[in-house]
Structures are given as structure tokens and as C-alpha cells.
């Protein structure tokens, strides 16, 4: 049955309706959030600091638990899986950091095969006998991103821009159904940042893979992106193609906290403090 | 404000403290010599002993020049026996050490209970001296090289329990965050994230334990557990001087022996 449903779905990817996440009792951070992502689309998400899209993020593959809502990639239902089954839910969704989050005194080959641990063996893992069919896996998209020759290196060896490429072959690793961005490029020089942005849209485009991706930078967003979803405390306001994304309605994303939202602010900022 | 602290910090004047304050730290320092003069007069202290200390010290000195080196074959042999008590109670007190560090580090302990498990394993384990442990053992397992590894094992593991969980306890948690979103196991990330992270610690932890180890294991054999110190022991108890000093040679080269050892190890791993 569950086949059958993504068979029908084909298209759609990714269905979040109605997302609540609360930190302690204060103000939601997000607010019966509403998003749908399909197909290879490269979707940006804008807004500032606080207005939820790490949390979002997070709440996708319960990183970060969320209250209420459903999230439901391609006919599972994320928010009910017991622990054991999202563990093998979360191998179909990649992620890649702002802080590329590898580790740093292992291999390049190492961190991109652990992308794989919720499949192989525990004895494979700690023996590092990778399966063939990995390492194999690993050439080719290392090649892809450029870092191939790097494997035997150690992660903290490489640059900022080839550290996240590390991290984005780690996510693709796991032959994700959709991949997960957060603010990959916020600690990278503008340069690189543009080379980590086109790679992501590219990958998007060959690996027929649906990519969300937060970003503070909003020209990169308009430039790399298919759509731009613009949150504001915890809400979307916007959500359309990038050339429709004008002054006004930047001015209106980052205008801090809206009126009606204003009374909560106090609160909600001690319960995410 | 102004009329608590007049002229305090006015333009032409400044202090440190506020007379409150100068206050405060008078007293405490009063309070300390106070102290230190009660601990005084509370001991038994028999002064003319303590002023006789320069002349007794030069002649136990005499009496211990020179060494005597007759005995120096026996005297190696148990410098050996400490080396290998001091190296094997560190090995297994480093893999019994690990897991207790699992359980009471706050970030990788699987409840509360064992958390407050690993924390009474500790804390029993470093309160109580390796000489005491050694008086334990020898009388559980007899005199010997095995109460005195068992007895220094013990001590360790305490030791080496918290300096590894507090390693534990600082790792970066973002290569963990990463391997959790990739569905890994508990036990891969621990492998993965958590193990690489503290591979410098636990070295440098470990070989701080062993030069340790081997200056308390000298002293073990004072208790009937085994080493160099059952010799020194015999030593004193027969009044045999050059030998007790050939010994204390000998203890002091091993110590810089060790010293020597661990401070290139230490080079050579980090």
C-alpha cells in the first residue's frame, strides 16, 4: 500500500503541514507551517535570525522534535516513528551543516563513509571494511565535487570549501530522497560560497533530488535557487519564484517581528535562550 | 549611590575596593591566621625533636654512605617486578576504566541511574589511597605482585574513569548531530564521532597514569604487596642503611626512568 502511495505521489517529495514546534512553554517558534517541496526544485528558505528555518530544518528529521504537525516524505509519516524506525527513516534524508560538522581527525574517506553507518555492519564500521559497492559510490561522487585525491587526508587538512564538499558527498552517501541544507555556505568566503551554491543546485538537477537549503545571503538564494520561501517568526510569508521577490516583499521578511506577533516575543526569546 | 560611597570614586580618587570590601578581605586574611594558629597549638608538636631534626638527618646520612651494591642483582630484579605491576594494572585499569567513563560522562550516559553507577565507581575508587587498597588486597589475595597490580588498578581506574569522561564531556557535538541525521546507531556514533574525538586524551591520560603508577607502586611492598618496596622494607627493618640507600637510587632512577618514557611517548602520540 505504501508503494502504491508513492507511485501516485510520484512527483511530491516532501508534505509538511502544520508544523508546530514550542520550546518549553513560551511562543511557538514555528506556527502550523505549511510547505510542500517537490521534484529536483533547489528551494531556498530566507529570513532572519530566529525566524525558525534551523528549526524547520531540524524538525524534518526530528533533529529537533516537533510539537504537532505531520511530515510526510514520499508516504512516511516522520512524527510517529519510533526511534528505531526513524533512525532507518532519516538514512533517506541528507544533511549538510554551516559548520560541516565532520570529523576532524578521521579521512576524508572515512567521513564520506560515514554517510553509510545506518547500513552497514557494526563490525564494518569499526574495521573500516567498507563495502565495495561504497567505495565505489564515494569515487564517483568525490570526483564529481572535486576531492577524490583528498581521501586519505585528514578532514582538518582541507579548506573550508572542501570540508562542506566533504559534508555534501557524506549526505549524498546515503542515496538521500531529499537533501537538507543548513546555512552550508554562512562560513565560507564569498568565492567559495558561490562554488558550494552551484554545486548543490547542479547535484539538484542530476540527481533528480529535491534540495532545501537556509541561507542568509539572499542574493546567492535568488540567484541558484527555483523558489524562494521567505519566513518571518515562525510563519511563511512568502513563497514564490525568486524574480518575484522584491524590495517590498524583502522589506516585509526582515522587518522583525510583526505587530501581532509582538506581545509573545519576550517569552518565546527566554524559552529559546 | 553617592551617599553609601562618598568620595570613592570621585574624580581625584579611586580604589580598588570599597571599604566594605577592604573590610571583608581583612577579616578573611585575620581568619586564616587564626586558623593556622589553632592547627598549631591543636597538634602535639615536640619541639625539641623538630630542633633536633639537622643533626639526626646527618647522621642517618652518614650512617647511609656509601650505598652498599652487594645486594644490587635482588634490588633490579624487584625494580623489574614494579615496572611490570605498575604497566599491567594500567593496562587493565585503562579497559575497565572505559565504559565506566561511558556511563558518567552527562552526554553519553544512557540514564540516571547508571550515570550515579559510574559516578559511585569513581568516586569510591579515588577515595580511597592505593596503600589502603594494597592492605585490602594483600589481605584478600595474599602477599604479593598481584594484590599490588589489583590495588594500583583499582586507584586508576578512578582516575582515568574521570579524566576520560570529562574528555567525553567537552567533545564537539556537531560531527554527532551529523551522524544522527545520517541514522546511525549509538554505538557507531560512539565509534565514529565520540571515539576520535578523545583518542588524544585517552593517550595522554593513560601515560600520566603509568609515570604515576610507577612511583606508587615503589611504595607498595611497604604493605606486603610486592616490588622494590618489600626490599626497602626489609631494609629498614634490619637497620641495613647503604642498602636502604642503594634502593632509594635506585627508586630515583626508575622515577626518571619513567619520567623519560612518558614524556617521549607523549611526544610521539600527539
Redesign the interface.
Given at each position: 500500500m505504501r508503494g502504491r502511495l508513492a507511485l501516485v505521489r510520484k512527483t511530491i517529495m516532501l508534505k509538511i503541514s502544520k508544523l508546530t514546534k514550542r520550546y518549553g512553554s513560551g511562543d511557538p517558534v514555528l506556527k502550523e507551517l505549511d510547505l510542500t517541496v517537490e521534484g529536483d526544485q533547489l528551494t531556498s528558505v530566507i529570513g532572519s535570525s530566529g525566524a525558525g528555518k534551523s528549526t524547520l530544518l531540524r524538525c524534518i528529521?526530528r533533529?529537533v522534535e516537533p510539537t504537532s504537525g505531520s511530515i510526510d516524505l514520499n508516504g512516511t509519516e516522520f512524527t510517529t516513528l519510533n526511534r528505531r524506525d526513524l533512525?532507518?527513516?532519516?538514512?533517506r534524508?541528507g544533511?549538510v551543516?554551516q559548520?560541516f560538522?565532520?570529523?576532524?581527525?578521521?579521512t576524508v574517506m572515512?567521513n564520506v563513509q560515514?554517510?553509510?553507518?545506518?547500513y552497514i555492519s557494526?563490525w564494518a564500521?569499526?574495521t573500516r571494511r567498507y563495502p565495495r559497492d561504497d567505495i565505489r559510490h564515494a569515487y564517483e561522487l568525490m570526483e564529481r565535487v572535486g576531492i577524490a585525491h583528498y581521501a586519505n587526508k585528514r578532514a582538518d587538512e582541507l579548506s573550508g570549501g572542501e570540508r562542506q564538499r566533504v559534508?555534501v558527498v557524506?549526505?549524498l552517501m546515503?542515496r538521500p530522497e531529499i537533501l537538507l541544507a543548513d546555512e552550508p555556505t554562512a562560513s565560507l568566503d564569498p568565492k567559495t560560497s558561490e562554488q558550494i551554491m552551484s554545486l548543490l543546485r547542479d547535484l539538484a538537477s542530476e540527481l533528480k533530488l529535491p534540495v532545501i537549503i537556509n541561507i542568509h545571503n539572499v542574493t546567492e538564494a535568488k540567484e541558484y535557487s527555483d523558489r524562494i520561501v521567505g519566513m518571518r517568526y515562525g510563519r511563511i510569508i512568502f513563497d514564490d519564484l525568486p524574480a518575484k521577490l522584491t524590495t517590498a516583499e524583502m522589506d516585509e521578511i526582515y522587518a522583525g517581528v510583526p505587530a501581532m506577533d509582538r506581545a509573545a516575543v519576550g517569552a518565546a526569546a527566554g524559552a529559546e535562550a | 549611590m553617592m551617599s553609601t560611597q562618598p568620595l570613592q570614586n570621585t574624580l581625584d580618587h579611586w580604589s580598588r575596593f570599597t571599604l566594605r570590601q577592604r573590610m571583608m578581605r581583612y577579616g578573611g586574611l585575620a581568619l586564616t591566621l587564626l586558623l593556622v594558629g589553632w592547627a598549631l597549638g591543636s597538634i602535639d608538636v615536640i619541639w625539641e625533636w623538630v630542633w633536633d631534626s639537622p643533626r639526626q638527618m646527618g647522621d642517618l646520612f652518614g650512617r647511609m654512605m656509601p650505598p652498599d651494591p652487594s645486594n644490587l642483582p635482588s634490588i633490579l630484579e624487584a625494580i623489574w617486578q614494579t615496572v611490570n605491576i605498575a604497566t599491567l594494572a594500567t593496562m587493565i585499569a585503562v579497559v575497565v576504566s572505559l565504559p565506566v567513563a561511558y556511563i558518567s560522562a552527562q552526554n553519553t550516559t544512557p540514564n540516571r541511574v547508571a550515570l550515579w553507577i559510574g559516578r559511585f565507581i569513581l568516586v569510591s575508587s579515588r577515595s580511597v589511597n592505593t596503600i589502603i587498597w594494597a592492605l585490602l588486597f594483600v589481605a584478600i589475595f595474599g602477599p604479593g605482585i598481584v594484590a599490588g597490580i589489583v590495588a594500583i588498578m583499582f586507584r586508576s581506574i578512578g582516575f582515568l574513569g574521570k579524566l576520560l569522561g570529562e574528555a567525553i564531556e567537552e567533545i564537539d557535538h556537531?560531527?554527532v548531530?551529523?551522524?544522527?541525521?545520517?541514522?546511525?546507531?549509538r554505538?557507531?556514533?560512539v565509534?565514529?564521532?565520540i571515539v576520535?574525538?578523545v583518542?588524544p586524551a585517552f593517550f595522554a591520560v593513560a601515560i600520566l597514569r603509568w609515570d604515576i603508577n610507577l612511583r606508587e607502586s615503589t611504595v607498595l611492598g611497604l604493605v606486603g604487596a610486592g616490588g622494590i618496596g618489600m626490599i626497602l622494607q626489609g631494609a629498614i627493618d634490619t637497620f641495613n642503611w647503604p642498602e636502604v640507600s642503594m634502593v632509594l637510587l635506585t627508586i630515583l632512577a626508575l622515577v626518571v626512568f619513567g619520567e623519560v618514557v612518558s614524556s617521549y611517548l607523549r611526544k610521539k602520540i600527539l
Open positions: 528529521n533533529l533512525r532507518a527513516a532519516r538514512r534524508i544533511m551543516f559548520g560538522n565532520l570529523i576532524d581527525r578521521l572515512e560515514s554517510g553509510r553507518l545506518g557494526t564500521a569499526l559534508g557524506r549526505a546515503q | 556537531k560531527p548531530e551529523a551522524l544522527e541525521a545520517c541514522g546511525a546507531s554505538f557507531k556514533i565509534l565514529y564521532a576520535p574525538q583518542m
